[in-house]
Each structure stands twice: as structure tokens, then as C-alpha cells.
């Protein structure tokens, strides 16, 4: 057949699949050249390895592969293109189709819309300068994207964006210190866990359930959690700054160590709300007392540590023994499965005994002695109005189905007096 792509016998007919453009060809030789594998929707038939090209253009014409147009790369317009070595046929958007359908994502749309198919050489060049330049563009882009997530990440999550001022206390697990954000300059609270000391698995369990319910509490009277930030020998708990005072410290500022009623009322209230708030999400503190209450300058207070703190069913009794024993209800001493919202209520009722006296309600030469106390509930009355004295012993009430709830003390005549 004169002019054509293909040597066939007249009988037999050729679809569109097996008489492929020769400029097409030479396309696909040369992503076989610079190595690009896999190339999509090649397919290979008996007929097809049968066929020999006609190798008139001057150019290397492989007969390696052949393509089976599909309803996406099927030409739209042919035409036919003179040369002095013969004339072929050759499409407009064939070329552009199979480039487009790499499934592999890496080379995008190009701007190739005519090769000299001429001379093989201007057409390799063309082809490498164009495409692969595209696909470093690409990834340039793309790993832009990726450092400058990475860069802020690493200022988020970097313990070096903090500087440390002071120690703010020491206990048996964890020390916290003051610091300054590098970044925000605000005052934070880091409380860091060694991990050599959390080598119990139960600990670890425990410092994990803190780092979620500190995550769960949103309250203005409840220190706030910031970020958490692992090293290789700690576990960096970052907090609110709740002040550098502790309820403890501010009470050594006034004689006797007691504060007025009126003054205490104010806080207490304070206290109160965040027990009540914790309590409205089934989450129980278990260890309020006044080193875990903080002050700043404007009497505004901030409840801390919620290491022993757990969420818990309302039909559900707790069986871990915990706490301060000065503030501990009598069915922890009794070392019997409690309910932990009336455990908070308890306390809530020996913290405001203290603020009013200086005092505890129960003490005790030793934790025996103390617990014996606590079983028996009977304490000196304080010296405050008639509606105190209620409130203090309805939460100080031996049975804990007896003793008066978060809601009701916020309810309570006294604050209104």
C-alpha cells in the first residue's frame, strides 16, 4: 500500500490498533531510552509481533511495543505529513493522550505539541529537557511542601523553643519547672517525667490517662494542657502557667494561717466550679487538697495535677487506693471499693475546715491513728456562721450516699449569704 505505515497484504485489514503513527513510535523508543518504566497500555499480540515497520524516515523504529487505542487517546484529527524519505500518518493529540496517561503520576501535562521527527537527535532533546525538567519542578515543589511542614513541626514539637527559668516543685515522679515560650514569650508550667521512674507499666498507663483528661477539660479554673514533647530519657508534659503560689503558701501570708469567711468563700466558689465541671464529664480528681490549688495576683485559681484523676461510670465503684491521707474519705481508709465523685466532695469539705481554721479536721500521730479519725468523723465545729457549719457537715458525712454533691454546694444558701 503506497504511503502507508505498514507493509499488509490487501486482503487483510488493519484497524487503528496495529497501523500506529510512526511518530508515536518514536515517542515510545524513546521512553524506553531514558528508562522510564512502566509505560501504560502497551500490549503486545501475535498480530502485532507479525508486523514489520517501514523504517523510511531515517529514525530507530522499535517494534517492541505497540499501543491499543483506547476511547481516551484515540485521535481526533489525522493528517498526512510529507518528507523527503516518504510520506506517514501522524495525529495532533495522540501524542499529548499518551503522555497524559503514565500511571504513575510523575510526569504531568507537557507542552510538547510537535517533534521533528526529522532528526532523531532534536527530538531525544526536546523530549529530556521538556519532561524531566517538568517532573524536578515537580518534586522541588513538593519537597518544598514537605520541609516547611518538617520546620514547623520541629518548632512545635522542639523542647529547645523553651527556655527554663526555675524549679516549681519536686515529687516522687515528676519535677516541674518554669519556662519561657522562645517563640510567644508567655510563662508555661513543664512537668517532666523521667522515664527511668516510669518503668511500672502501671504508671505508665496512669500518665497516659492524665494526658488524655487534661486534653477533655476546657474550664478558666483549671490549668490548661498545651503539648506533650518526647526525649529519649523524659516525657515533657507542657501546661498553662497557673502562678507561682500554691492555696498552701497563700494561707502562711495570714495570721493563724486561716483566711476570713468571706475571702474563703470567694475561692472556695472557685474550687467548687472546677470539681463541679470535672464531675459533669464523669471525671473524678482524687487528690485536692491545697498544694494542688494554685493563686495568681488576682485571687484567680487554677486546679493541678490530675495525675490520680480517672473517668469513671456512675454505676461503677473504684477499687485503687490513693490520695492524701488528711484529705481521704472513709471509705478510701477503709481501703473498700468507693464512688469517686463523693471521695471529691470529702475533700472539697477539709479544704474549706482548713481555710477557716488553719487546721485539719482530723489528725493523728500516724496514718493509723489518722484513719481512725477520719472512720470515726467527728471534728471540732468551726467558728463561722450557721450556714457554714451545715455545708462543711454535709460534705464531711460519714456515708458517702448521704454526703451533698458538687451541684447542690454551688446551690448552697452560703454563697448567697
Given amino acids: 500500500m503506497k504511503g502507508g505505515g505498514f507493509k499488509v497484504r490487501p486482503t487483510t485489514r488493519c484497524n487503528s490498533a496495529i497501523r500506529r503513527p510512526t511518530q508515536e513510535l518514536a515517542i515510545l523508543d524513546l521512553y524506553q531510552q531514558t528508562n522510564i518504566n512502566p509505560i501504560p497500555q502497551l500490549i503486545l499480540t501475535p498480530t502485532q509481533r507479525n508486523l514489520r515497520p517501514r523504517p523510511k524516515t531515517g529514525m530507530k523504529i522499535t517494534d517492541q511495543y505497540y499501543t491499543v487505542l483506547t476511547h481516551e487517546n484515540k485521535p481526533d484529527h489525522n493528517f498526512r505529513h510529507k518528507t523527503a524519505q516518504g510520506s506517514y500518518r501522524t495525529t495532533k493529540l495522540s501524542t499529548k493522550n499518551q503522555l497524559e496517561t503514565l500511571e ?95 518503668c511500672n507499666q502501671q504508671r505508665k498507663q496512669q500518665l497516659k490517662r492524665e494526658i488524655h483528661i487534661l486534653k477533655l477539660l ?110 481521704m474519705a472513709p471509705e478510701l481508709v477503709s481501703k473498700q471499693e468507693y464512688f469517686g465523685k463523693p471521695v471529691d466532695v470529702w475533700a472539697l469539705g477539709v479544704l474549706l475546715y482548713v481555710l477557716l481554721t488553719g487546721n485539719f479536721p482530723f489528725k493523728g500521730s500516724n496514718d493509723s491513728d489518722l484513719y481512725g479519725q477520719i472512720k470515726k468523723g467527728v471534728y471540732t465545729k468551726v467558728n463561722a456562721s450557721l450556714q457554714c457549719q451545715k455545708l462543711i457537715s454535709q460534705m464531711l458525712t460519714i456515708r458517702a450516699s448521704e454526703r451533698i454533691t458538687t451541684l447542690r454546694i454551688l446551690q448552697d444558701r452560703w454563697f448567697n449569704s
Fill in 104 to 198: 504513575d503520576g510523575l510526569l504531568k501535562k507537557t507542552s510538547i505539541t510537535q517533534l521533528d521527527t526529522d532528526i532523531p537527535q532534536q527530538c531525544e532533546t526536546k523530549f529530556k529537557t521538556q519532561t524531566l525538567d517538568g517532573f524536578k519542578i515537580l518534586r522541588s515543589s513538593s519537597q518544598q511542601q514537605v520541609n516547611t511542614n518538617a520546620v514547623l513541626n520541629q518548632k512545635i514539637s522542639n523542647l529547645d523553643r523553651y527556655l527554663i527559668l526555675s524549679i516549681l516543685g519536686q515529687g516522687s515522679y515528676a519535677t516541674v519547672k518554669l519556662a519561657r515560650d522562645k517563640i510567644t514569650e508567655k510563662l508555661m508550667a513543664i512537668k517532666i517525667y523521667s522515664k527511668a521512674k516510669l
Fill in 218 to 327: 476546657d474550664h478558666p479554673n483549671i490549668i490548661k494542657y498545651l503539648n506533650t514533647i518526647e526525649t529519649q530519657m523524659d516525657i515533657n508534659l507542657i501546661v498553662e502557667y497557673g502562678g507561682s503560689k500554691s492555696l498552701r503558701s497563700y494561707l502562711k501570708l495570714f495570721p493563724n494561717r486561716k483566711l476570713d469567711e468571706d475571702d474563703a468563700k470567694q475561692i472556695f466558689r472557685q474550687i467548687v466550679k472546677a470539681v463541679d465541671y470535672c464531675h459533669s464529664l464523669n471525671i473524678v480528681h482524687r487528690d485536692i487538697k491545697l498544694e494542688n490549688i494554685l493563686l495568681k495576683d488576682n485571687n484567680e485559681i487554677k486546679l493541678i495535677d490530675f495525675g490520680f484523676s480517672i473517668l469513671v461510670n456512675r454505676e461503677c465503684k473504684l477499687g485503687v487506693f490513693c490520695g492524701t491521707p488528711s484529705y
